[in-house]
């Protein structure tokens, strides 16, 4: 089993029925003579070194009566088109044997000629379909692609409308065969058929595809059509069944033997190089190796000057290049065999297309952690609901045309409505999640992928939240931020947001989660959120040139002041910090009430500062928050 | 004066021997040897002694001070060791203040190292767009329209009304190798690229597959790649990634955008090889689909294929955090649930 992995064709398990083995294969979309049992056959003894016994398959006897039937050929639609008359033939139920094997690859018998029919493609790999030969008006059969609507009726009874572009077979009346997937209902056959048309085509694989995937109609015709099955063996394939039919059913030949066909479809030459070998595998395998692997695989190999030259059978029309040799020496020498090297070769100093640096999206990550945020992952497809829920315009959305479900429609502008529904999985006195990840903007010249950072928290502490906004900043050197609060998202709270700005750029929003929303969401309590642009926040951010540590120590001192209502105390630190250079850091150490105390450090790098200079400093400071913010200093 | 400076030494002497802390006696030294003690203020009285006396003054202060120095250093040696035999009783069990920090999610770690051994093989991270054209995913990957490989990754369409994006060209990329066409029309070779990122497949949800999934594409083009350079990177990457001990092996497949195709399977972390459910039971788990460049993707972007060659691969980044935390079900890594994610 793991030997035909190896080799590519994926056995996972086996059956024993009998004295038969059924092989439960996986067959890629490059090998339709894999989807046969002679193509199996064939591999497992090249994969074993053994030769397969071949079957037997009788010529077609000669017509004993002659059947007019006119096929109308058309290359477009049918590469090839063989087909035969037979008279007089008794529909039964097949033999036991049989029957035992259309169960076993998972069909149920029907009668001799369909079970024949059905066999055949799954022992030689071509599709075939069988007509009740005194249905077939006027005895002329058209190709033609559907103009779509058109009604039909399969074997199987059931009725569908034909999707346009779908290759039908038509009688002098009526659709008969939709070509590559069903038979029709009205020339099928049936317990009272007589004669019957045998037919093995090779159908155009791109309309048949189109066809079953519009009808949603797979079936394993189908699948060996779309992989473009042996255009040079429908003949051998016709003969097989005509013998199984004559030895079954009875019946005799009633037409010539029809053979439409595009081309000669005869075997290619293809050479392999052995330097072009070496070049592609890494290894030099002998050449009497090499030799023999093409030769079980019935390539033919030749001996050229330089390598070989190999005669590719029409059941191998994958291999259409010297890789697709290569790939053949490779895979049947056994990969796992293969010694393993490192590429030698240069590594490039130019910086690649789309060259991504991630160190900043790691920094945020690990400052965000340190600050007891804690990493979702969420899905970029969110339901129209939450879009809703959100108060956000369904129109500024991209949105899928085939979703999975209405759960995974629209493309995430944002990271917050994800973050916020995470809460429901997370009943706890505070949560606090973040996400970098990409949203998707849409925009009329197109997607606009933009990377963000978001974060939730669920602690009533303002302060608490804030602090990741703040080390962010700062970790960054973005300094010269300002908070505005018009904010255009609905979904914050219209008194309790505001929008990070630094210059013209606009960093992101933070704030709470609106009431509405959060009531929609049937969250309770309050939920604050940030959001900001990773572009922005990396084109901001700068590295900071070290400074020396000043020779003058700084005077600190703490100084309580009274806010009138409604104050903004991050717009005083700004005005104390901005009113004189020689204060050199401040913070909020307490709030109590409408008091306020704020540490200062005062340090002049040229001078010691006396307590008259900071007597100095500090007064001036007070006036001008008292003139500007109404101030007064605590006693 | 003889006399004056023997009286002082003695006097030094007994303080030092009843001082009771460090502190203190610091403070004899300074007052005894300090650049103003009293021993220091004698040698500048060494001119008033009279001539004959003098040598014999000397001979006694340099003794008083080096006998004074030697027995400060030895009481402070002394109080030190007494106060390290001292210490109260400790509980070193007590454990720290807490402080709540946060976790990064498992995606995040193994992105990390993984792009880590990448660029330790020269290669550099490329981030490209998840609304993508069908041309990058599929046509400039020699998968044309209507191929049935297209059957394997099934396309989320994205509607354009709206836009200028053409409509039923739009999707949403299936695979990060659609970075491959991308990279190569814009740069000559060589080059060695990894593509990290999300991806999005038609498919329904179960514990293995999801609709939404990371993947890191690598790709390696320049002049005399080899099938063994496949081999012994992906060989390389598993063993920094899941250690020495682990088992590879190689399988033959089918990619369009491959020749030969290669198919890479590691034995289940979860099972030891044994089988279990998230290997379906075969011990192995297919973890790294690759394969040597198809020289028509190197021909589509208009790369020599006569002159370079290359290989490609893609990691399932979802699969390698799964097999790495044995976490079983593959929706665990995007169900943001604190259960889970403190976890890491």
Known sequence: MWKMTEAGLTCEATKKVGDEVILDVEVTANRPDWMSILGVAREVAAIQGIKIKELKIKEIPAATANFPIDLIPNFDLFERWSAVVIKDVTIKPSPKWLQERITSMGHSPINNIIDITNYVMYELGIPMHAFDYDEISGQIMTLEKAGGGESFTSVDGESYKLPEGAMIIKDAERIIDLAGIKGGQNSGIKNSTKNVLLHVTIDNPVLV???????????????????????????????????????????????????????????????????????????????????????????????????????????????????????????????NKFPTTLPVGQVTEEKIPYFFDDSLIL??????????????????????????????????????????????????????????????????????LFEIDKVYLKTSRGANEKYRVAGISTGKNFRDFKTAIDIILSKLNIENYSIEFEVNKKYLHQSVAGV???????????????????????????????????????????????????????????????????????????????????????????????????????????????????????????????????????? | MQEELINLRNEAIAQISSVENTADLEEIRVAYLGRSGKFTLLVKKITDTPSEKRKEFGITLNESKNTLERLISDKKQEMIKSISEKRDWFDLTMPGSKLDLGHLHPLTKVLKEVKQIFNFLGYQVADGPEI???????????????????????????????????????????????????????????????????????????????????????????????????????????????????????????????????????????????????????????????????????????????????????????????????????RTLTTPDMRILSQF
Request: with cysteine.
């Open chain 1, 209 to 335: 595809r189109r066809a079953s995937i519009a009808m949603g109609l797979r079936s394993d015709a189908s699948a060996i059509y779309e992989r473009g099955p042996d255009k040079g063996g429908t003949v051998n394939s016709l003969k097989r069944a005509v013998g199984l039919i004559l030895e079954l059913a009875g019946g005799e030949i009633a037409s010539k033997v029809i053979d439409f066909k595009k081309e000669k479809f005869e075997p290619k030459n293809i050479n392999l190089t052995f330097d072009k070998l070496k070049r592609i595998l890494g290894i030099e395998i002998p050449e009497s190796e090499i030799l023999k692997i093409l030769s079980s695989l019935n390539l033919y190999p030749k001996k050229i000057k330089d390598g070989v030259v190999c005669t590719v059978p029409t059941y191998r029309g994958d291999i259409k290049i010297e890789e697709d040799l290569a790939e053949e020496v490779a895979r049947l020498y056994g990969y």
């Open chain 2, 132 to 330: 993508e054209s069908d041309y990058f995913n599929f046509e400039a990957l020699n998968i044309p329209k209507d191929h049935p490989s297209r059957d394997t990754q099934m396309t989320f369409y994205v509607d354009t009304k709206g836009t200028d994006l053409k409509p039923s060209e739009t999707i949403l990329r299936t695979q990060t190798s659609a970075m491959q066409g991308r990279v190569m029309e814009k740069m000559k070779p060589p080059f060695r690229v990894l593509a990290p990122g999300r991806n999005f497949r038609y498919e329904q949800v179960d514990a293995s597959h999801g609709f939404e999934f990371w993947q890191v594409e690598g790709f390696v083009v320049d002049k005399n790649i080899h099938l063994t350079d496949l081999f012994g990177t992906i060989n390389y990457v598993l063993k920094e990634l899941f250690g020495k001990e682990i088992k590879t092996r190689f399988a033959t497949t089918n990619f369009p955008f491959v020749e030969p195709g290669v198919d890479t399977y590691m034995q289940c972390t979860i099972c030891k090889g044994k089988g279990c459910s998230f290997c379906k039971n075969t011990g192995w788990s297919e973890i790294m689909p690759a394969g040597m460049i198809h020289p028509n993707v190197l021909k589509n972007a208009g790369i020599d294929a006569a002159k370079w060659n290359g290989f490609a691969f893609a990691i399932g980044l979802s699969r390698i955090v799964n097999l790495r935390y044995q976490i079983k079900d593959l």
């Open chain 1, 363 to 432: 920094k945020i990550k690990d400052l965000l952690v340190s600050c007891g945020y804690s990493e979702a992952k969420n899905l970029s497809l969110v339901s129209k609901a939450l879009v809703d829920k959100f108060e956000t315009d369904p129109k500024d959305y991209f949105k899928l045309i085939n979703p999975v479900s209405l759960e995974y429609e629209y493309l995430r502008v944002s990271l917050i409505p994800s973050l916020v529904t995470n809460i429901k999985l997370n009943p706890l006195d505070v949560l606090k």
């Open chain 1, 500 to 635: 990070i700005k630094s210059s013209s750029h606009i960093i992101g929003e933070f704030g709470e989660i609106s009431p509405i929303v959060l009531s929609a969401m049937e969250i309770s309590g309050k939920v604050y959120c940030f959001e900001m642009d990773m572009e922005t926040l990396e084109k901001l951010s700068y590295t900071k040139l070290f400074s020396s540590i000043p020779l003058n120590p700084p005077q600190i001192e703490d100084i309580t002041l009274v806010l009138p209502p409604k104050t903004r105390v991050g717009e005083v630190m700004k005005a104390i910090k901005n009113s004189e250079s020689k204060i050199k850091n401040l913070e909020l150490k307490d709030i109590y009430k409408d008091s306020y105390t704020f540490r200062v450090w005062y340090q002049d790098s040229s001078k010691n500062l006396t307590d008259a200079d900071v007597k100095s400093i500090r007064d001036r400071i007070l006036t001008l928050l008292k003139s500007k913010f109404g101030t007064s200093l605590k006693d």
